[in-house]
């Protein structure tokens, strides 16, 4: 296992349209996490998930972005009716919950909205 | 909510020179800290990370510390390298926690 992957890398899109993004955490990191980055800021949380289950969503995360992670392994960010302050970077991230090791992020999909 | 803030935003120094990074957060509780570098346009890379039990951690060239009363971490970065030059970030999560929170960063810029 070679860490956590994000695809795709980057995506454009028109104003409006339906994106969505892909994760895929560390085989054994139970909690999977999503943040959200804009330009000379830090990351903000969106959502976190613990095996299958969603278990917190930051207000961030408005009624247009639904995430899921079905089996409990990789998981899945779309965004509805994009808008152009939807462009930001995704980054996914991944850890163990039975002890606290640190977060393992992936590269992050670059997303801009035209 | 958390708050979490690195000084300075920007930082340019010669190469060779050693350089001490600040991060402070508003909640003095028990906290697990996490240092990354990110480099333009990429991901996270973890550089060190210390748990609520630990007060320093080092890796290298790298060491960072953890004052939990103050609510306060440190990066010390020795004997700089052009290499470094990238936006370093800090961030914080409580114990039991379910996320992390992030700093703004300081843009390191290594001068050759």
């Known amino acids: 296992d070679t860490g956590v992957s994000q695809d795709p890398r980057h995506k454009i899109t028109k104003r409006g349209q339906n994106v969505t993004f892909r994760c895929d955490p560390i085989s054994e990191h139970n909690r999977l996490y999503w943040y959200r980055q804009t330009l000379g800021q830090g990351p903000e949380f969106l959502t976190y998930f613990q095996n299958e289950a969603q278990l917190e969503k930051s207000r961030l995360l408005s009624d247009r972005f639904s995430a899921e992670r079905p089996k409990g392994s990789f998981s899945t960010l779309e965004i509805q009716r994009t808008e152009q302050g939807d462009s930001a970077m995704y980054l996914c991230?991944?850890?163990?919950?039975?002890?606290?090791?640190?977060?393992?992020f992936g590269s992050g999909t670059r997303l801009t909205v035209v | 909510k958390q708050e979490v803030t690195q000084i300075p935003a920007a930082l340019s120094v010669p190469e060779g020179e050693n350089l001490v990074l600040n991060c402070s957060f508003t909640d003095s509780a028990i906290y697990n800290l996490q240092w990354f570098r990110q480099d333009p346009g990429k991901g996270l890379t973890s550089l060190l990370l210390i748990q609520s039990s630990q007060r320093e951690q080092t890796s290298g060239r790298l060491n960072a510390s953890l004052d939990k009363s103050s609510g306060r971490s440190t990066l010390y970065i020795a004997a700089s390298q052009p290499g470094d030059s990238a936006t370093y970030l800090c961030a914080a999560a409580k114990t039991g926690a379910n996320n992390l929170f992030f700093g703004t960063g300081t843009r390191l810029t290594v001068i050759p």
């Open positions: 991230a991944s850890s163990l919950l039975t002890e606290w090791n640190g977060y393992t």
